[in-house]
């Protein structure tokens, strides 16, 4: 058995990202004409950078108690913008050598001494900030609003145009701005939605640090309720008080269980399940044959669901939507275009069996503040009669 099983990761990721910076540091300088004093001078400020990262990250992990002191929110925003510096330098360099292997086999144009220049060098150094810049001016203008219709063959008549506004990873912490989440409050009550659900990743600090955006929240509106389930950010600071904290504002915390509306002559079912994070901390899971034991057969069911991956069990429920989160859809670039690899169901509408599942990208962000490649998704699905 390990004895310091913290201590072997913190060796690992160290060990890691140390390889990242010897393979980074080498192919930005091995063949440029730069002077020996340039030469050092860049990789001293790589070194820099590398060594914040890993500062940040042991600082992260040690981060488990209740602490507001304002320097090391600061400090972990200038670290995280850090972090997004090097993504972008990384996958540049990669690209680059991508492309000069396909020269050396005759496949591309760009010859050698032109991708590997002094110029191309300091492009490539130039470059991740254009895209920080960039990606942060589209956090800044906030969630785009996008209506997304849905149709179902059985929809009964008086759900016909029900209007459920999908929110989901808007990672309420110090890197969020409170300004940001004002605005959501007024995108969403302009909408004047049926239904307003979260699907998890909504809170992604101590509830105690964020006391104002939560009475911001307080004030969002629906017809006939606003209804949560956590996400796997929220069991890691605290989920007990986390999930008090949306009860006290009045959401409706379903956690494997189904709340059923009765809208005319037709009932809604609105179910939700935990995200499976919460087995580590020995919290209440998925149980799926709990919520099945609560689903009524002529109802219409709605189920939400963090982690998009859990909808081939799902649908074996009945159920007819599910809406998840989660994915972000990859945020950032190269991540927007790699998620496929990782996330089956990585962004937009998925039909499973008779199930349609909805995948918003993310209303907020996490980590560095910026998106490129993907947008702050604030989601109205539109229920109609096939």
């Keep these: 058995m390990l004895k310091n099983p913290m201590g072997i990761f913190r060796t690992v990721i160290s060990t890691f990202v140390l390889v990242i910076f010897v393979y980074v540091s080498h192919q930005l300088t091995r063949f440029t004409n730069f002077s020996w004093q340039s030469t050092t001078l860049l990789v001293s400020f790589l070194a820099f950078l590398f060594a ?22 600061r400090f972990m925003n200038g670290a995280l913008t850090v972090m997004a510096y090097i993504n972008f330098l990384i996958s540049l360099v990669i690209l680059r050598d991508v492309f000069a292997f396909l020269d050396k086999i005759s496949i591309a144009t760009l010859s050698l001494e032109t991708l590997y220049s002094s110029q191309a060098t300091t492009t490539l150094m130039g470059l991740p900030v254009l895209f920080i810049l960039v990606g942060h001016l589209i956090v800044r203008k ?14 009964p008549a008086d759900l016909e145009n029900l209007r459920i506004v999908h929110i989901t990873d808007l990672h309420i912490s110090p890197s969020l701005p409170v300004r940001l989440v004002k605005k959501l409050v007024s995108q969403v009550n302009k909408l004047k939605p049926d239904l307003i659900v979260f699907t998890g990743d909504i809170l992604d600090s101590f509830v105690e640090k964020h006391t104002e955006e939560f009475q911001i929240l307080k004030g969002l509106h629906a017809k006939h309720g606003i209804y949560y389930v956590p996400g796997n950010h929220e069991y890691y600071w605290n989920a007990t008080k986390s999930l008090q904290a949306f009860r006290d504002i009045g959401f409706q915390v379903l956690i494997n269980k189904a709340e059923s509306l009765r809208l005319g ?73 790699l998620i496929v690899f990782f996330q089956r169901y990585n962004k937009g509408l998925y039909r499973i069996g008779d199930m349609q599942l909805y995948v918003n990208q993310g209303t907020g962000y996490w980590g560095p503040q910026l998106r490129l490649g993907t947008y702050c998704e604030l989601t109205e699905i539109i229920l109609r009669k096939e």
Excluded: Y
Aim: aromatic content about 8%.
């Design 265 to 337: 002559s037709a009932e809604l079912q609105m179910i939700g399940i935990p995200d499976p994070a919460a087995n580590h901390f020995k919290e209440e899971g998925p149980d799926l044959v709990k919520v099945q034991s609560q689903l009524k057969p002529d109802s219409f069911k709605v189920l939400l669901s963090h982690q998009p991956a859990l909808a081939k069990h799902i649908e074996k429920l009945g159920v007819d939507l599910q809406l998840s989160g989660h994915t972000h859809g990859g945020q950032f670039f190269p991540w927007n275009l």
């Design 52 to 73: 914040l990262v890993i500062g940040s990250f042991m600082l992260l992990l040690r981060e488990r108690r209740l602490d507001h002191n304002p320097w090391r929110d």
């Design 142 to 155: 906030g969630a785009f609003n996008k209506t997304v219709p849905l149709r179902f063959t059985h929809l």
